[in-house]
């Protein structure tokens, strides 16, 4: 079952920062953030993945706060481009280990 | 990043055939890979674990006889809807995953569309 938790859709300006935020709450101490996109008809992309510190790459960063119950993904500037379904993921870091998607934030980026 | 290929992207069969999926890792050895579906407007539901060289492990609610699932090998992954009927149409997703560099991440197919008439 899903352990987070995030707002069902949100709208950006193009070329503003997205921001997304999740919950996950019931974290254990050895599971991981994930975060995939999905553009329509397509399979999940991966963005971003973390423990405790922030991370950043060349698509986004990720923010943790200390007590790890909560993150927000961030797309610096937003482009048409990613405009998707975002997807949260808790989970242990193992090769066998599932991901279970919950419902996601549908990001509208806006012209 | 590791590339997942899927094959074929869509098809459309009869009611009662069965149709035959292959999930490839192209750049890359699969020690796991997994089968999602997904039905319009819903999220991705995970429907098995398949491990190189041995049974698949299913999802509480998925018929093992009707989604039948082979690793052969460590670059391909088969899933097979047996007596296809028209509630099996969905958009059938894999994902593998590596030990080593990738082991902390799956990368996914870019997915299969199934209609069944």
């Known amino acids: 079952d899903a352990k987070t938790t995030q707002p069902t859709s949100m709208d950006c300006a193009e070329g503003r920062a997205a921001n997304l935020p999740c919950n996950h709450s019931?974290?254990?101490?050895?599971?991981?953030v994930y975060w995939y996109r999905q553009i329509h008809s397509q399979g999940p992309q991966y963005i971003i993945h973390?423990?405790?510190n922030n991370e950043t790459n060349e698509m986004a960063s990720l923010i943790i706060t200390e007590d790890r119950k909560s993150s927000t993904l961030i797309l610096p500037h937003a482009t048409l481009r990613d405009t998707a379904v975002y997807y949260c993921?808790?989970?242990?870091?193992?090769?066998?280990?599932?991901?279970?998607f919950g419902t996601g934030t549908s990001l509208t980026v806006i012209p | 990043g590791a590339v997942v290929s899927q094959h074929p992207s869509r098809v459309i069969c009869k009611s009662g055939t069965s149709v035959k999926i292959e999930c490839r890792s192209l750049?890359?050895?699969?020690?796991?890979m997994f089968w999602y579906r997904q039905f319009p407007k819903k999220s991705l539901m995970l429907m098995a674990t398949?491990?190189?060289?041995?049974?698949?492990?299913?999802e509480q609610g998925v018929e093992k006889d009707k989604f039948l699932i082979n690793h052969a090998s460590l670059t391909l992954s088969t899933l097979t809807v047996t007596s296809a009927h028209p509630e099996d149409s969905s958009f059938y997703i894999c994902?593998?995953?590596?030990?080593?560099?990738?082991?902390?991440?799956?990368?996914f197919g870019p997915g299969t569309r199934l209609l069944v008439l």
């Open positions: 019931t974290i254990s101490g050895n599971e991981y």
């Open positions: 993921i808790v989970r242990v870091a193992n090769t066998g280990n599932q991901f279970y």
């Open positions: 994902s593998a995953t590596v030990a080593g560099r990738f082991q902390e991440t799956q990368y």
């Open positions: 750049d890359f050895q699969a020690t796991t």
């Open positions: 398949s491990n190189e060289g041995s049974k698949a492990t299913y």
């Open positions: 973390g423990l405790k």
